[in-house]
């Protein structure tokens, strides 16, 4: 287990157990519950739809029942209310005009001025733009609310008789009759607005009724709330002076938008007390957030508070900046990259938050521009914040999509913003506004968004050249050790994804899964030397890139194909070696029977005894080799006995001394092609010595130490400068033999007479 800054990720912490997501009986952390299948189990089909009978499916389908019949009921409540056939905006001086409409009996008078309106029977309405205002919500003025909650009832009551009376600016009275608007006068923007609202309403739903919690029940909540207002919002948007909305409606939708506000912020604040980890004393600060917001809707609710707006937009503010402080302290406790993400999301969030507010405060002397921030910038953000909440069950499964779409979002609701604000303090015209508040939003997204994703998903820690190394040594090396195999895995892992903890547990899996709400990943161990399969164990990788992202299933599906390579080169590896294996046992043979026995029968026919005793050193030589050859491995001891052995006969036949020092710290395997290598460099430098140096003495010193291999042979013969030396097939074969093992060769000059040679091999494996 690796610990970073002397953080223990499971401390005594109650939601310790529910982080390592195993045998825990912790409730699941909100939003990723209701989605552990797809997030990081993975289970079978029949298990799944399993837990979803009984209670919780008939739940689920009486709660899609309900608010499906709620929006039916919306829908037939806006298409059956009265509704006269015109369009009207404001002008310059807040009067209402006449845009355009279907009534002929109005279409001579397009652009138009109203100024009254009358119902039959009732006294004259004075109207002006304050009546194209959807909701009470955005009126940041408690006379002017007060005002336009008047002028909605009064218009309720005289578009609710047969007939209405309108007098225009330039003296003319109309008598119109007002129809149902019916279905397909709803606009487009009502119908997107309301299925937001109710997939907001069943996603709820369903994270609730997959796993009863409170972590869960928190987020239901802040998913209603942001559903009704949604529909709030839509019922709002088919509002105009043809569909009045009746009086109580009209004060309830100022009290019940803001309480919905303030609820959601407290309950985000409830939700970083708890996610990704318990705070300490989240309790009370959870009890202070609702204690707020249900102060502040209690003195809403009982007409004791002036400045409504600012201090429903104040608190909402205030309890989003805790929230973001509380998953900061989070972040400090334990680097869970949730907290992080979920922090990061804040900020933007709140920052829009903020600049909205800012742009309808400096719009308060213009009525039609905070009209028009009030029809767009408040729709724009609560769109935002509803998909926002409808996407983060999927936050870790599809971390791509969903960082673009919170970039994309952000981008654009911080140029909305911006437009208003310039429109609202410079007087910008619209086109102006718009271009500019544009360029400097797309401005500042093309500096910063490779940052914002670097930092969202981290970056790689391994090159692909360094991972083809590091696959391809772990398959030799589980070869030899299959033991091994969870240990080797969990270094290349933790050189891909640099997460804070990495730990071999028990436990078989299939497949790479992620857990913990992205915050783990379990990878199964493959079980090389056993021909395929998985052994039994797993690496759980917690934290990825030092807690500042999540894992996601592209990384999942990365590390699947990571362990299938290995198999591959594991599979290759074999099938190569036994290719080898049997070629070399055909020469080895070949050897032995032909040249073999060639040379035993000219040691019999040979006519002196000189060339009877070289044909017999020559035929122990063959032997050694046809051995070499016949085995696929060699002990690093038994070959070093073997070198020993053969270059003592050699040096005692030639009177020449010999010292040898041999050490190691690994009884390493050498395959054929090392122990070659070293076998003829060895013979090549001792006959050098023999031939040329006419040395008296050799000392051979042989070193293995941490997986690096250092070679000196040096003698006291007549040599010298040795950078002028021929390089021949001798000296060019060692060089050669030395640089295929990967390794250097020097020679060089002893005091006070003779020659060294130095070779230095690194990177040397168990299997090498």
Known sequence: ??????????????????????????????????????????????????????????????????????????????????????????DAQDRLELARTTDPALQPYVGQTLVGVKGAGGPWVAVDALALERSARWITSDARRARYQNLRAQLAAALAQPHATLRLGDGTVLEVQPQPRGLANLPPTFWLLAALGLALYLMAAIVLLSHPSTRNLIYAVMAGCQGLNLGLIAAGSALDLGLGMPAPLAILDLRLRMALDLITAAAIVNAACLHPRRLPGSGWIALAGWAVAGGLIAMSGAGQLSHLWWWTQGGVGVLGLIAIGLLSWSYQIEVHPFALVLRRLGIVTVSTWVLLTLALAASGGVPAVQHQIIDLGSTIWYVFLGALLLLVPFLARSQHFMREFALLAAVSTVATSLDLLFVAVFSLGQFASLALSLFVSLAVYTGVRQWIIDQLRGSSMLTTERMFEQLYRIAREVEIAPERAPALLSQVLAQLFDPLEVTVVERRAAMTRVAGDGSSLLVPAPALALGGGTSGEAVRLRFAQRGRRLFTLEDARLTDRIVEQIERAARFDRAVEQGRSEERLRLAQDLHDDIGARLLTLMYKATSPEMEDYIRHTLKDLKTLTRGLAESNHRLSHAAAEWKTGLAQRLSAAQVELKWSFVFDEDILLTVVPWSALTRVLRELVSNAIAHAQAQQLEIDFSLDKGRIELTVTDDGIGREPGKWLHGLGLGGVRKRVKQLGGTVEWGEVAPHGIICRIVIHNVSARW
Not at 4 to 13: E, V
């Open 1 to 90: 287990m690796v610990h970073h800054d002397g953080i223990d990720p499971r401390g005594a912490d109650p939601t310790s157990a529910w982080a390592s997501r195993g045998a825990s009986a912790e409730p699941s952390a909100p939003l990723d519950s209701a989605f552990d299948s797809g997030l990081s189990e993975r289970r079978g089909a029949t298990s799944h739809l399993a837990r979803w009978m009984g209670w919780r499916l008939r739940l689920l389908v009486a709660c899609a029942l309900l608010g499906c019949v709620a929006v039916f009921a919306l829908i037939n409540h806006l298409a059956m209310a009265p509704h006269i056939a015109a369009v009207w905006r404001a």
